[in-house]
């Protein structure tokens, strides 16, 4: 399961709730719809030199915030053209990190 797409959804149903920018209660969220975590490992990904993954994410991220009003869309075109100028003048950096998780479900 991607968090990011159980965030997405989440929003949408509302039961179980994972706030979108923290990935550290997804453990408890599984074990609460009834599975055995097995393993959890953080994965991280950086991205200075080529940075398009990120700036794609970082547009449909800001895109989406602006959709749900959380963020104006100033915000977003600023987000936006600081990291072009970033990537201009190679001062950009890009993380992110990605969580595996691995349960089971007695009986199953």
């Not at 990011?4 to 969220?29: I, T």
């Not at 097995?38 to 989406?64: C, I, K, N, W």
Request: charged share 20%; with cysteine.
């Amino acid at each position: 399961m991607v968090a990011s797409d159980w965030a997405s959804n989440s929003e949408r149903s509302r039961s179980p709730r994972l706030h979108k920018w923290s990935l550290k209660p997804l453990p408890a969220l599984v074990a609460a719809a009834g599975f055995t975590v097995q393993m959890v490992e953080p994965h991280g990904y950086v991205q200075t030199t080529s940075p398009d993954f990120l700036l794609t994410l970082l547009s449909r991220g800001t895109s989406a915030g602006a959709r749900a009003g959380e963020i104006g869309p100033g915000l977003v075109e600023g987000f936006v053209q600081e990291a072009r100028r970033r990537v201009a003048n190679r001062s950009f950096y890009g993380a992110i990190l990605f969580l595996c998780l691995a349960a089971r479900k007695d009986g199953e």
